[in-house]
């Protein structure tokens, strides 16, 4: 069975930086591709990034520059490191293994003008 339990959301103004983290069990995160989603107020989820089981990382044009995505093999975790917070960054944030159902409760994020 599936869990993941993200952390680490909060109110940051913008500019200012935030960790998420994605505690995973029932998955490997270095032998599966593991994403990152978001979904803000009244809009429909939407990806951020995903790192493959190589370690190649991909970005939604809107975060390239800003977001990180990593992982912690000993720990079966999964980071966001966001950086340069915008307003429009506003969301829920879910970490998802690819290929799998299973969606965690995901952590708050609200960054402020």
């Known amino acids: 069975q599936v869990q993941l339990v993200e952390s680490g959301g909060g109110l940051v103004q913008a500019g200012g930086s935030l960790r998420l983290s994605c505690v995973v069990s029932?998955?490997?995160?270095?032998?599966?591709?593991m994403a990152w989603y978001r979904q803000a107020p009244e809009k429909q989820r939407e990806w951020v990034a995903t790192?493959?089981?190589?370690?190649?990382?991909n970005y939604a044009e809107s975060v390239k520059g800003r977001f990180t995505i990593s992982r912690d093999s000993a720990k079966n975790t999964v980071y966001l490191q966001m950086n340069s917070l915008k307003p429009e960054d506003t969301a829920i944030y879910y970490c998802?293994?690819?290929?799998?159902?299973?969606w965690g409760q995901g952590t708050q994020v609200i960054v402020s003008a």
């Open positions: 998802k293994p690819i290929g799998f159902a299973s």
């Open positions: 029932g998955v490997i995160v270095n032998r599966n591709s």
């Open positions: 790192m493959t089981t190589s370690g190649n990382q």
